[in-house]
Nanobody, 119 residues
């Protein structure tokens, strides 16, 4: 079974930067999109950033201008560069990949990596 493996989380002061990376445990074909979601304590999981197979990106309003998502299609890896971090960015960040096979989509999730921003 394919797993997504995240790395790069940690503790950083407000104004600092972190880079998250995500790679599948084995190759996934026909990936339609990869992205990052986050879930803060007591809150629902929310989309942070998404990148599609054609390179289109989508960001949550709260991270626009501060976060950048990129993807290495050959390796099926996705990166999230996070700059100017604020305490409100504190959450568990989850990597997601959506695979399309004919008319069916399959979603894969990572275990999550903790990002903590201190004030």
């Amino acid at each position: 079974q394919v797993q997504l493996v995240e790395s790069g989380g940690g503790l950083v002061q407000a104004g600092g930067s972190l880079r998250l990376s995500c790679a599948p445990s084995k190759s996934i074909f026909n990936i339609k999109a990869m992205g990052w979601y986050r879930q803060a304590p007591g809150k629902q999981r929310e989309l942070v950033a998404l990148i599609t197979s054609d390179g289109s990106t989508n960001y949550a309003d709260s991270v626009k201008g501060r976060f950048t998502i990129s993807r290495d299609s050959a390796k099926n890896t996705v990166l999230l560069e996070m700059n100017s971090l604020v305490p409100e960015d504190t959450a568990v960040y989850f990597c997601n990949a959506v695979q399309g096979i004919f008319s069916t989509e399959y979603a894969y999730w990572g275990q999550g990596t903790q990002v903590t921003v201190s004030s």
